[in-house]
Each structure stands twice: as structure tokens, then as C-alpha cells.
């Protein structure tokens, strides 16, 4: 701002003003004759004076045009009223009083001035003070610049900028919703989100569904809660994360607990969230239900094991069978060659015929057995409540004739009652007496007892200890026994040890019903020293 | 049926050959013996009802068969065992061992070829064809190592 220093002038008495003076002339000539007011007249911007009261000394015709008026008793502006830019009424005798007080200059003001006619603008105002050269104001000059376009360009911008911004934002909020919907209102999947350390932040529709727990109850809990007690043990809900966290994602299919404590089988994904410095910032993790499937799956895998068990079940009877119906084939066939050549001897002839009969009846029987053997896969459905007593006698009355004949001394238990196939049950015990009675002395005794399994026999036979109780049954005979070391042998289909008669077939026989009934025998010999058959069955 | 104990054969009359024939079979053992005959009428044949007799006897005796006749498939002892145990035995040394047997293993085949028997002959199920090859053996003709036909192998 110019500052003026005026000549040493006396003062003059300022003259009121009763009306407005024309525009342009200086009130105080004398007093402003350093003014160059023609320069300030036919500038276009707004300035005038006021002396130290605030009375207007002079202003130019851009003022009146601002004004919509020439001044009339208005101190320190024209304009109908004054405000502050933010409409409060202006208090000029204060600020004017303060500058004029510790002189320091008002800096560029909004200001909005109103004219009579009701009209407003916004005006930048500039004010200094006017010095006399002795260190005394005169008053001051001030320029105010009208910059209501201006400012209503701003105000329209802003308008717009407003505007844009809430239209942003409703975006923003739509688009969020419709995320918020889509990942909510899914029912097959959970999805939530997690913070770095696993716990849930976020909880939608299908994670409800899955996992049983509602939004209030899980967010803010780790996600370890839904993981088996076992898994947490092993830290495995650590390592999937640790896992999403260095390689960007982890996949897992397992056992995952409920609210309620039952189990399903989860497909998990666990992604990583970064920012934008690519640090983990949480994890999206997406689980699927998949339950139903792993059941069917696993049928399927215990279905085709059984089909597939049951093939070479079926493989390993065609070649048996097939390989030992060879050996009477041969004789029949080779017998009868030789019979040919012998017709004229009789008593060869029908020794031959004999033989080639016997092998004829050897084929039969091993067929009969290879056939019950492999019909020995009784379903559930066929098992009732058996009492054991009554099987054996029935079994003892069949050989009646052959204990009589050699004189076999029978010792036997009570026996329990337990569910079984009644018919299997029968052969089972048929065979062992068979044995017992096949392989005796000349002297036999045969017991047939019943008793709880031995601590060693839990030991020995991991199928005991489950925790069913079991019953022993043992087929004991004092006949010629066999070598301990044959054992196993002995239960293995056309196994034989001698050459007594029989297919071989029998003790086979025995472990397969056995086993069909959740059980199992084992045998105890020594050449010379009998046998000792123990079946064990489970009880009721 | 001719079925003479080792013990009746001290001292060898130098062209009375007989051969050695251990199987568990009766009838096998009398079809061995009728072939024999009619293969060749000189030979007699010495018997062993199973492996553990078989041994027992080699042990006891000291006589040398020309041919030993071997069955696998024998309770207790098998005829693997016997081999094993007649390979041990200095007299029998240059003894000709012939499996006898209804198997035809793989396995079996090329066990025994390894420890050394001369032939593996599978039980014929004609009789001429067995009087046959017991011709062809005896007159030192050339014969293949396997003799008869194999079955089907077991499924695994």
C-alpha cells in the first residue's frame, strides 16, 4: 500500500457532509494535495479514504459503483451494511480502532458488503493506514475488490465437488453393500475374514449355516474354535495361516467341529490380505461343507475294497479248485488207461474201477467244500441267538456211532449262548470234533471246554482287546498233535499235514466262520502230545 | 507191485539198476511202478512213503539208485527239503534227481532247477505218455529240462 507523508500543513476542520459531494472531488483538497486523485479516479477498482474517525475523505466512482451509492454518514465504508464473510455484522469502529491503536495493517479481508437495494457481494478488502510524516495517522485508504464471481465460481465448484463426493461415496456405500450382500446371503460357503492372527472379523449366511455359531457369538474369537482338539494340538490351524501367509494362499481338507460339537468334513481356503506395502493384513477364508460327499466317497472306496477283496476271493477258489480236482482227474485218467490193459485180469480190473470211482468221489466232495466255503459270507441278517449246548449236542449225536466205535472219552463244559449262524456254528464245531477224533490215539479223550480268555491270550490276539468281552472255547484231544511250527498252516484251505482222508478243507473252514463272527482260533500241538483248538467268539 | 526196502539190495548185483522214488501218493506209487515195468523191464524201484522216511533211509543205507524220482507236495518234509538233503549225501553225487509232482509252480521250476535236479516231469495224466519219457530216459535220449505241460499261473 502507498504510504503517504503530507507536507506540514495545518489542519483543517473537517466539513460535514449534509450531502453527497460529487464523485471524484476530494473533500480536502488542501489537505490531500499530494493525492494524485485523478490516478485514482480512473482506476477500476474501489478506493476510498477515511480520516481517523472513520468519516470518508474521498472515494472514486468504482466505490460508488460498488457501493450502489454515494456515501452518505456510513463510517469507514459506503456500502448499506457490512459483514463478515460468513454474515455476522462487521464491528468496523472496533477493528479500526485496534489498528489505529497498535497500527499494524488489517491483512486482506473477505467482507460482504449489501446495498440498499438488497443486493450482496463478496469483496476482498484492503486497508492501511495513512501516516503525517510525525509519526501521527491521518487516517486510512482502503481498496475493496469485488470478488463475488470469483468467490461464486468457488461456491459453485465446491457445490459440485459436494456433490461429486456424495455421489462417490453412495457408490462406494452401494458397491459395499452389494459385496456385503453377495458374500452375506451365501448359503454353501463360509466366508469370513480374519485379522493376522486368526481371529474373526467377519461372519456371513453360510459360515451360520456350516459352522452353527451366529455373527455375536464368533467374531472376535480365534477361528481355532472350530478346529478338532486334536488338530490344535499339532498347531495345524498356526501352520494353515503361516502357510496363506508366505505362499499367498492354503488349502486343507479335514475334520471340522461345530457349535455344537459334531463333526463335518470341510474344504478350506485361506487366502492373505495385503496393503498396499504388501504386508499380511488378515486372511479371507472360504470353507465348504463336504460332508455328504466324503461319506459317499468313502462308501465307495470300502464298496470297491469289498469287490475287489471278494474278486480275488473268487480268483484264488478257480485256481484251487481247479489245481487240486486235477490230481483225481489225472488218476481217472491214468486208471483207466491202465484198465485197458488189464481186461482180461478181473481182480484188477475191479481194483481199478475202484480207484477210478474214489477219485471220482474225491472231485465231488472237494467241490461240496469249495462251494460251502466260499458261501461262508453269511450277512448280518442271518445271525440270531444261539445256545451253544444245544449245537453241540446236536453235533455230538452225528458222531455218536464213530465216538462209540472207538471208544472216545468225552469230557464237556457248559458252553455260552452268543449270536451266530446256527448252521455255521455247527460246522464249526463238527469239523474240530472230526479232527479231534480223526488224529486221536488209541486211547482218546476229547474236552471240550468254556472260559474267559487268558491275559496272555489278550496279549497274544490284538482282536480281544477291544474291550467286547469274549468267550474261549477249546476243542483239546490227546492224539498224535503236530509240530508247533505248522500252526498256520493247518487253517490254510487243502492244507494238509498227512495223508489221512479229507480234503483239507475243515480247519479253514473253522477259521473262516470264526472270523465271520468276529472272531478267531488259534491251535496248541506237539507231535505226540494232542492238540489244543481255542476259538474265541464274542459274547452278547 | 514191486516195493523193495533198501536193505534187501546189499550187495548190488552190477546190472540190477533200480531207481528211488519218494512220494507220498499210494496210487502214484503203484502208476510209478507199472510205467516202469513197461518202460523197462529190468528196473526195480525202492520206495519212500514221505520226505522224512526218504532221508532216513539215504542216512541208513548205503546203496546208489540210477534215477531219483522226487514228489514236492508231502507233508511235513517236501520234496524240496529232500533234494537239499540228497545233494549233501557224497554217494549220491552223480545221481540223476527227477521232480515228480503234480506242481507246476514257476517258482517251484526254477528252485529246484537251480539246485540242481536233471529234470522237472509234471505227473502225465496219460499213462503212456509217463511210460514214455521214462523210456526216453533211460536210453540217455536228449530231453528238455522241463517236461509236461503247465498250468495257468496262480493269480497273485
Known amino acids: 500500500m502507498i504510504i503517504f507523508t503530507l507536507p506540514n500543513l495545518p489542519k483543517k476542520e473537517a466539513m460535514h457532509i449534509s450531502q453527497p459531494a460529487p464523485a471524484g472531488l476530494p473533500l480536502y483538497n488542501n489537505c490531500y494535495s499530494g493525492l494524485d486523485t485523478a490516478v485514482m479516479e480512473i482506476l477500476p477498482v474501489s478506493i476510498h479514504t477515511c480520516d481517523n474517525n472513520g468519516k470518508i475523505t474521498f472515494y472514486n466512482s468504482a466505490a460508488v459503483k460498488l457501493w450502489g451509492q454515494a456515501p452518505g454518514t456510513e463510517k469507514w465504508c459506503g456500502a448499506f451494511n457490512t459483514y463478515t464473510a460468513e454474515g455476522e455484522p462487521l464491528d468496523k469502529e472496533a477493528i479500526f480502532n485496534r489498528m489505529q491503536t497498535d497500527g499494524t495493517p488489517i491483512p486482506p479481508t473477505e467482507i460482504i458488503i449489501e446495498r440498499p437495494d438488497g443486493s450482496v457481494s463478496f469483496i476482498m478488502a484492503l486497508v492501511s493506514v495513512i501516516y503525517d510524516g510525525q509519526g501521527g495517522t491521518v487516517g486510512t485508504i482502503h481498496m475493496l475488490m469485488d470478488i463475488s464471481e470469483k468467490r461464486s465460481d468457488n461456491a459453485a465448484l465446491q457445490q459440485m465437488l459436494q456433490r461429486k463426493a456424495e455421489e462417490n461415496l453412495l457408490a462406494l456405500k452401494k458397491s459395499e453393500e452389494r459385496y456385503h450382500q453377495m458374500i452375506d446371503e451365501v448359503q454353501d460357503y463360509a466366508i469370513l475374514l480374519l485379522d493376522r492372527n486368526g481371529f474373526v472379523l467377519n461372519w456371513n449366511k453360510g459360515a451360520q449355516k456350516i459352522k452353527g455359531y451366529t455373527e455375536a457369538e464368533i467374531v472376535g474369537q480365534s477361528f481355532k474354535i472350530f478346529y478338532l482338539t486334536e488338530d490344535v494340538i499339532k498347531k495345524l490351524p498356526e501352520r494353515l495361516i503361516e502357510e496363506a501367509a508366505l505362499n499367498g494362499r492354503a488349502e486343507h481338507e479335514g475334520w471340522r467341529m461345530r457349535k455344537d460339537g459334531t463333526t463335518f468334513w470341510g474344504s478350506v481356503v485361506i487366502t492373505a490380505l495385503h496393503d498396499s506395502n504388501n504386508n499380511t493384513i488378515g486372511f479371507s477364508k472360504v470353507t465348504r461343507d463336504l460332508t455328504e460327499r466324503k461319506i459317499a466317497e468313502d462308501l465307495l472306496r470300502s464298496s470297491s475294497r469289498d469287490i475287489e477283496f471278494r474278486n480275488k476271493q473268487l480268483e484264488e477258489y478257480a485256481y484251487v479248485a481247479s489245481h487240486d480236482l486235477q490230481e483225481p482227474l489225472r488218476k481217472i485218467q491214468v486208471f483207466s488207461e491202465m484198465l485197458m490193459e488189464n481186461l482180461d485180469d478181473r481182480e484188477e480190473l475191479i481194483r481199478y474201477v475202484d480207484k477210478i470211482s474214489a477219485s471220482a468221489g474225491r472231485m465231488t466232495n472237494l467241490i461240496k467244500d469249495v462251494l460251502k466255503y466260499s458261501q461262508l459270507n453269511a450277512g448280518e441278517e442271518l445271525f440270531e441267538k444261539i445256545n451253544l449246548n444245544v449245537v453241540l449236542q446236536n453235533v455230538l449225536e452225528d458222531f455218536d456211532l464213530l465216538i462209540e466205535q472207538r471208544k472216545v472219552k468225552l469230557t464237556v463244559d457248559n458252553l455260552p449262548v452268543l449270536r451266530g449262524v446256527p448252521i455255521q456254528m455247527h460246522q464249526l464245531f463238527s469239523n474240530l470234533l472230526s479232527n479231534a477224533i480223526k488224529f486221536s490215539s488209541t486211547a482218546p479223550q476229547i474236552s471240550i471246554t468254556a472260559s474267559n480268555p487268558t491275559d496272555e491270550d489278550i496279549a497274544e490276539i490284538p482282536l480281544l482287546n477291544k474291550g467286547l468281552p469274549y468267550v474261549k472255547i477249546v476243542f483239546k484231544d490227546n492224539g498224535q498233535g503236530f509240530d508247533q511250527d505248522y500252526a498256520d498252516q493247518v487253517f490254510k484251505m487243502f492244507k494238509r499235514l498227512d495223508n489221512t482222508p479229507g480234503t483239507g478243507i475243515g480247519l479253514a473252514l473253522c477259521k473262516k466262520i470264526t472270523e465271520g463272527h468276529n472272531g478267531c482260533i488259534t491251535v496248541k500241538s506237539n507231535p505226540g502230545d494232542g492238540a489244543e483248538f481255542n476259538i474265541f467268539l464274542p459274547l452278547l | ?156
Not at chain 2, 47 to 62: F, L, P, Q, S
Open chain 2, 1 to 156: 507191485m514191486l516195493d523193495i526196502s533198501a536193505k534187501n539190495l546189499n550187495p548190488q548185483p552190477m546190472n540190477s539198476r533200480f531207481c528211488f522214488l519218494i512220494d507220498d501218493d499210494e496210487d502214484d506209487r503203484e502208476i510209478f511202478a507199472m510205467a516202469l515195468k513197461k518202460a523197462k523191464a529190468e528196473f526195480v524201484c525202492t520206495m519212500a512213503r514221505n520226505g522224512k522216511e526218504a532221508i532216513t533211509k539215504a542216512h541208513e543205507g548205503d546203496f546208489v539208485p540210477s534215477y531219483i524220482f522226487v514228489d514236492l507236495n508231502m507233508p511235513m518234509v517236501s520234496g524240496r527239503d529232500v533234494v537239499e538233503a540228497f545233494k549233501n549225501i557224497d554217494r549220491f553225487k552223480n545221481v540223476s534227481i527227477i521232480v515228480y509232482t503234480t506242481s507246476s509252480l514257476e517258482k517251484d521250476i526254477t528252485e529246484l532247477k537251480e539246485m540242481g535236479v536233471t529234470h522237472y516231469l509234471v505227473k502225465p495224466t496219460s499213462f503212456s505218455a509217463l511210460v514214455g519219457i521214462l523210456s526216453n530216459l533211460f536210453a540217455h535220449k536228449e530231453m528238455p529240462f522241463f517236461l509236461g505241460e503247465a498250468l495257468p499261473a496262480k493269480p497273485n
